[in-house]
Structures are given as C-alpha cells and as structure tokens.
C-alpha cells in the first residue's frame, strides 16, 4: 500500500475514486460550505487524488512491462 494512502482509499477502483473526486473538486468550487466542511473536503480529494495516481501508476507498470516483453520476443 502506498504511503498515506488507507485501506479504505486502496478498495476504490480507479473510475470510483476519479468520480469522488470530480464530486469533492465542485462542491469545493461551489463555496458555501464551513471551514472545517471545506478542510475536511480537501483532505478526502488528496486522498483520492492518491488512489488516483496508484492506479495510473500500477497501469503504466503494466504497459511498460508489456512493451518490453514485446521488444524482447522481437529481438529473439
């Protein structure tokens, strides 16, 4: 699990949390919410943001692993 990042932030897939996070972004840009609503808003998106970028992180482990087997077949 990566550093900072929870369990329950690691059971989210990749499109759930982007739409958490879409959601989290515009009530942020909407205003309107208290201080502590807002703290609390912006510590949930970088979390999201975190489960975000451990999946794309993980995808482009696995695309470059792929295009170098690839490479590799070819070579032989």
Known sequence: MDEGMTEAGTALGYEQARDELIEVVRKLEAGGTSLEDSLALWERGEEL??????????????????????????EE
Do not use: I, Q
Request: aromatic share 4%; glycine share 4%.
């Open 49 to 74: 943001a975190k489960v975000c970028r451990h999946w794309l992180e993980g995808a482009r482990a696995r695309l470059d692993s792929a295009l170098a087997a690839r490479e590799a077949a070819e």
